[in-house]
């Protein structure tokens, strides 16, 4: 299992070249973070860090648009085009992508099969490039209100609906906690659909293998 640090959620507020730093001393050798569009986020300058430092990124987010609302697919695919362009830059091979908010006056089934459709769409692209893009459950109670997609069987669903090498999930054992849905037992029979792990303390996001009531060492 490798593992990486997520930049914005563990050492956020530190410029990048600080926080990267931060990450090789800590005897990480990979990294990851959000949103690449961010007007604090430079790429050239993560690419320069990231050499200095001998870092390797793993994953990073594409633009938050909806998945679940039809009308903005265009949208959705130029988001991805252009953040496949940041990969091949970075040198990175995962993205990050969620499927966005319960759309109002539209059916859970309207919204999964707009989901499906437009990975579909989106499914030469990755292939083309080689980039691996995962979608991502998030719990609903807490920290995700209004969100679309809490449970990871329905990431499977998607994920074999698409049939897409490249397009698999994240599952964040952090949010599917929270949602009663940590099951791994399940998890394990789903490896060959899961391209990326999170993880976190609960209660309160923390460091999860100092103050967290999930069993982290257990589960690893």
């Known amino acids: 299992m490798k593992y990486s640090v997520c930049v914005p959620a563990v050492l956020g507020g530190k410029e990048i070249d600080e926080a990267l730093k931060a990450v090789r001393d800590a005897g990480f050798d990979s990294y990851e973070f959000w949103g690449w569009w961010d007007e604090n ?116 669903q998607v994920v074999d609906e698409v049939g897409c090498k490249n397009i698999k999930v994240l599952f964040d054992l952090y949010h599917q906690y929270i949602m009663d849905d940590l099951d791994m037992e399940k998890v394990l029979a789903n490896m060959d659909k899961i391209a990326h792990f999170h993880v976190a303390g609960y209660p309160g996001r923390h460091e999860p293998l100092i103050d967290s009531e999930i069993a982290y060492p257990s589960i690893l």
């Open 41 to 156: 986020q430079d790429m050239d300058q993560y690419l320069a860090a990231q050499e200095k430092y001998s870092l390797t990124p793993v994953a990073l987010c594409t633009k938050f648009v909806p998945l679940t609302d039809p009308a903005q697919r265009d949208a959705y695919v130029k988001g991805l085009q252009e953040t496949i362009e940041v990969c091949k830059k970075l040198g990175c091979g995962t993205i990050i992508s969620q499927v966005g908010n319960d759309m109002t006056g539209m059916t859970r089934e309207a919204q999964h099969a707009s989901i499906v459709d437009g990975l579909k769409e989106c499914a030469s692209m990755l292939e083309e490039s080689g980039v691996t893009l995962v979608i991502e459950p998030l719990n609903t109670k807490i920290d995700h209100v209004g969100y679309y997609m809490w449970s990871s069987e329905e990431g499977y």
